[in-house]
């Protein structure tokens, strides 16, 4: 099951598609990953949208809003080249962890 998770970690509102067996999982791993979040709300949804996969995938909670102007203006720049979508992911995925 697919479930979107809204919660605030360091004064910020986030949003998260995380797969999960149940609801108690899908929390216990937004834990283990950001054990500051606190949730506001969860839902179970059939199918997340490109963008929510997109930004779950690219983890762009991390960043700041600069780096996230630029993490936008990298992906139209490959996209309209023709690269695929699973390469340009994993080339901004690189991109971020090296300025980080």
Do not use: C, H, P
């Amino acid at each position: 099951m697919l479930f979107k998770i809204n919660y605030i970690s360091k004064g910020k509102l986030n949003s998260k598609i995380i797969k999960a067996k149940n609801v108690k999982e899908a929390i216990f791993l937004l834990k283990k990953r950001d054990n500051r979040a606190i949730v506001k709300n969860i839902e179970e949804i059939e199918k997340a949208s490109v963008i929510d996969e997109l930004l779950t995938k690219l983890d762009l909670a991390k960043i700041d809003l600069e780096e996230y102007i630029s993490v936008i203006d990298q992906l139209y720049v490959m996209l309209d080249a023709g690269l695929g979508i699973d390469t340009v992911i994993d080339n901004i995925k690189e991109n971020i962890k090296q300025k980080n």
